[in-house]
């Protein structure tokens, strides 16, 4: 049997709005938190191997002077 038509009204279209934003809301938040901690990481990562590469090639381009006394 089919049921008589209702109309929707804004209130039920705002209530449904706002149940599907406040789903999207929580699922963004859970992963703005794990987004962040990854780029924290990655920046640690980034800045100590160009540390370690900076200081491999300064190794490679320092002089050794070596003065001896006669």
């Known amino acids: 049997m089919a049921q008589p038509q209702q109309r929707?009204?804004?209130d039920d279209l705002?209530?449904?709005f706002r149940a599907l934003q406040g789903d999207v809301q929580a699922q963004v938040e859970d992963r703005k938190s794990m987004l962040?901690?990854?780029l924290a990481i990655?920046?640690?990562l980034l800045l100590i191997?160009?540390?370690l590469?900076?200081?491999k090639s300064g190794k490679s381009?320092?002089?050794l002077v070596e003065i001896r006394r006669v």
């Open 42 to 44: 990655g920046g640690v």
């Open 53 to 55: 590469l900076g200081r």
């Open 61 to 63: 381009k320092t002089t």
């Open 36 to 38: 962040m901690s990854a």
């Open 8 to 10: 929707v009204s804004r």
């Open 14 to 16: 705002e209530a449904k």
């Open 49 to 51: 191997t160009l540390f």
